[in-house]
């Protein structure tokens, strides 16, 4: 036991230390291996288009709502058509869409493009603010200089 | 003239928060000004009581001529949820903090007689400092009593999705927490600043924490449920931003709960039972900040100001950063408390401050990381569930594994071979819960199965402690009936709130592996199958609300031809803000619910109607609301323990 140090508060720390040590070596463990798959990058269609996402990448698409593209299908699933000002992308979403979900309006779909390139959502994020725009998806726009405030009418690109 | 008046009163308050600082720093020295900086606590809490009570009654009547009224009220809307609108916007939220926080400096004043003069003028005098940051930025940034130049006819009407018992009551609950925290922060920095923090200082600080984490509990848990039935999503916790940030304090809470114990009773782990202190009420207003900034994407937040982000993270840096500085100049002289062994009840406590502590930093960097991703790589991104259930679930696990041998583990030098004796039957019940449920219910799921049996063990483990304590079964009956009344309430608390922590794994891991799902468009008389069920649409009609119209489906729940229930979902249309909302309709089967969407109205393939009919069979669901439930009475029942309230000595 050579290494065990004599002092008594010396002794105190490498105690403390070996019992920290490897829960936060397991936490930082955990939260790369966790961090690998659970990333979701953000992107308008325009910018999925032009970064080639992989199908089956789990990813967020953002953009306005086309007006027009909703179509309810019986069987419960929905289809419609996130545009931002270059590109339009389709999503295809199973389940009920959120109260606040209208056609022109800014909404945030979580999920992946199926083979074909359909987005296929798993969830469908539009908020409780009625003036809500995400921001993600207000940045973006601002980029491509969509952005005119609230209110005003944006142009679409061709489905 | 009241809304002027409270306006007036708000900034009287603000004044005397000043004056509660000075008064009370300078208090410490000179006697006879601690009873002036009392005065001024109590009188501040009176200020912005006034300003709230005046908030209130513009909400009652409906004075569209106050901004906030007229943003977030309307005439037709039930008193309930008028009152309520009151803290439903930003700027009454914040109003609602500065009530409360200012309340806990005025109870310190008027009910901290056993306090030590010094340490309770300094107290006073910290609550006043952040009682003067957090009322400034209500009176010059956010005032909810400003008037409008032009008043409306009608209001805009509160959000309809905030319309709700359960929403209602989450603000004040949730707050009661996060700002109880200030309280045990300003102990803290009041002790750091004496430069003393004994076992005594532990006893005084820790009833305060307790109420706090009870009522944070509460409020975290009334969110949640919330969400489940309001949202109509049928999940129950999502890792939002915004329900993160509502968790760490609650973590970091639970790890000082503990570690204030060992400081109480041994005098060990003091500085760190003061880190922890300051740490608490800096993920409270961290998570003050996150919820009302914008900073991050989250499903339920505040409509978002980023100037208004800027000054609260100020208000956050000024305050914790000059905490934490003074904790780095003075904790190295705090005297180190009693040794303990590396197997004794000290270490226990030990090992799970530090697993909740690793766990509060996986949640906070989950929360933050899309924010350091952007910055850094510049490409907004987010962090979904998979990461919090892997980091968060093994961390708490293990901690949920050494549970119940703490309470059952001597202090100072113990005996993990006889607490492991004594837990024998609980380990035998949880591992045949365990396969019990992994033999039964299909489809089979060994992961959750587990979950099932660590939820089994806590709650076994829990009352192997009461049989221990009161020799059941080894003893005769009236020998363990007088053990049994003449436990403390202390007691009673941990163990109903580790059993209650217990009833919460159990629903959580059930629920979450077993729940069934099922949607699809029905016309009348159309059938959809859930699991056991087959639910049917009767009939579909139109209601009158009181602010709202909507269409009310008749659907009924059969379990092989024998009729189980009639739920009535609602899908309402409030003209106010234009929006519709669904009110879903939950089924109680036992602990399980069967939950009930009627989505909207579309075309069915025959021409005629059809509604969307989303249903899920969550079992055991209940016990994730009972849980929480447990763990919040049992911090109350150790609150109302005789030792918190008169032990604390009075000292010449």
Request: proline share 6%; glycine share 12%.
């Amino acid at each position: 036991m050579t290494f065990w140090p004599k002092s008594r508060t010396a002794r105190r720390r490498l105690t403390i230390l070996l019992a920290v040590a490897p829960v936060l070596a397991l936490a930082a463990g955990l939260t790369l291996w966790g961090l690998r798959d659970s990333i979701s990058l953000f992107y308008t269609p325009a910018q999925a288009r032009a970064a080639h996402v992989a199908p089956g990448r789990a990813v967020q698409l953002g953009g306005l709502v086309l007006p027009g593209s909703v179509v309810k299908h019986p069987d419960g699933r929905v289809a419609f058509a996130i545009a931002d000002k270059q590109e339009t992308a389709r999503v295809s979403y199973q389940g009920d869409l959120p109260d606040l979900f209208r056609e022109g309006q800014g909404v945030v779909a979580e999920g992946s493009f199926d083979a074909a390139g359909v987005f296929q959502a798993k969830r469908v994020l539009a908020k409780h603010d009625e003036k809500y725009m995400p921001r993600e998806v207000a940045d973006a726009l601002k980029k491509q200089g969509e952005w005119r405030g609230d209110g005003a009418a944006p142009a679409y690109g061709k489905p | 003239m009241t809304v002027e008046l409270g306006a007036f009163a708000l900034t009287l308050a603000l004044a005397l928060s000043l004056a509660q600082a000075a008064l009370g720093f300078a208090g410490a020295r000179r006697p006879s000004l601690a009873g002036a900086g009392e005065g001024a606590a109590i009188g501040a809490f009176a200020g912005v009581a006034a300003a709230f009570a005046a908030l209130v009654a513009a909400f009652v009547v409906s004075d569209f001529s106050v901004t906030n009224v007229a943003a977030n009220s309307h005439t037709a809307k039930p008193l309930l949820y008028k009152v309520a609108g009151a803290w439903g916007s930003h700027e009454g939220s914040m109003l609602l903090w500065c009530l409360i926080l200012t309340g806990f400096g005025a109870a310190v004043a008027a009910f901290g007689r056993g306090l030590p003069a010094g340490l309770k003028s300094r107290a006073l005098g910290v609550q006043g400092l952040l009682g003067l940051l957090f009322l400034a930025y209500t009176v010059f940034a956010s005032n909810p009593l400003a008037r409008l130049a032009g008043p409306p006819i009608e209001g805009r009407s509160l959000n309809p999705l905030l319309q709700d018992p359960a929403l209602a009551f989450h603000p004040p609950f949730l707050y009661l927490g996060y700002v109880g925290f200030s309280v045990v922060f300003s102990f803290a920095v009041a002790a750091l600043v004496e430069g003393r923090v004994d076992a005594a200082w532990a006893r005084w600080a820790r009833p305060w924490t307790l109420a706090a984490w009870s009522f944070l509990t509460v409020g975290i848990a009334l969110g949640s449920f919330w969400a489940y039935y309001e949202l109509g999503w049928g999940g129950w916790w999502f890792w939002d931003p915004v329900e993160n940030a509502s968790f760490m304090p609650w973590l970091i809470g639970a790890a000082l709960l503990h570690s204030a114990v060992v400081t109480e009773k041994r005098g060990a782990l003091s500085g760190w039972t003061v880190f922890l202190a300051l740490a608490a009420f800096t993920f409270s207003m961290l998570g003050a900040f996150l919820v009302r900034s914008g900073v991050l994407t989250s499903v339920h937040a505040f409509a978002v100001d980023p100037t208004r982000g800027v000054l609260l993270l100020s208000i956050l840096g000024l305050s914790s950063g000059a905490a934490f500085a003074l904790f780095a100049w003075r904790a190295p002289a705090l005297a180190p408390g009693g040794v303990f062994a590396p197997a004794s009840r000290e270490s226990l406590i030990v090992l799970n401050n530090i697993l909740l502590t690793a766990a509060t930093g996986a949640v906070m960097f989950g929360t933050l990381y899309p924010l350091i991703y952007e910055a850094v790589a510049g490409a907004p991104i987010t962090v979904g569930p998979p990461y919090f259930n892997l980091v968060f679930g093994v961390l708490m696990g293990l901690a949920m594994l050494a549970l119940p041998f703490g309470p059952l583990t001597a202090w100072k030098r113990g005996d993990l071979a006889a607490s492991a004796d004594r837990l024998k039957l609980a380990a035998a019940v949880a591992v045949l819960v365990g396969f019990i449920v992994f033999a039964l219910v299909s489809p089979r799921k060994a992961l959750a199965s587990g979950g099932v049996a660590l939820g089994a063990w806590v709650i076994a483990g829990a009352l192997a402690e009461v049989a221990e304590r009161t020799r059941a079964f080894k003893a005769p009956w009236p020998e363990v009936r007088r053990r049994l009344t003449g436990l403390p309430r202390g007691a009673w608390g941990m163990t109903l709130a580790h059993a209650g922590l217990g009833v919460f794994i159990l629903g959580a891991c059930y629920e979450t592996a077993w729940k069934v799902e099922a949607a699809e468009a029905l016309s009348l008389g159309g059938q959809l199958r859930l699991g056991a069920f087959e639910l049917t649409l009767k009939d579909v009609g139109t209601v009158d609300g009181p602010n709202y119209l909507a269409e009310r489906g008749r659907i009924t729940v059969t379990r092989a031809g024998r009729p189980v229930c009639a739920p009535e979902p609602e899908r309402r249309f409030y003209p106010a803000g234009k929006q519709s909302t669904s009110e879903v309709a939950l089924c109680n089967l036992g602990v399980s619910q069967i939950y009930v969407v009627l989505g909207e109205r579309r075309a069915s393939p025959d021409g005629g109607p059809a509604w969307l009919v989303r249903s899920y069979f969550n079992p055991w669901v209940q016990l994730i609301y009972l849980g929480p439930l447990l763990m919040a009475l049992g911090g109350l029942l150790s609150l109302s323990d005789r030792r918190l309230r008169f032990a604390v000595g009075r000292k010449p």
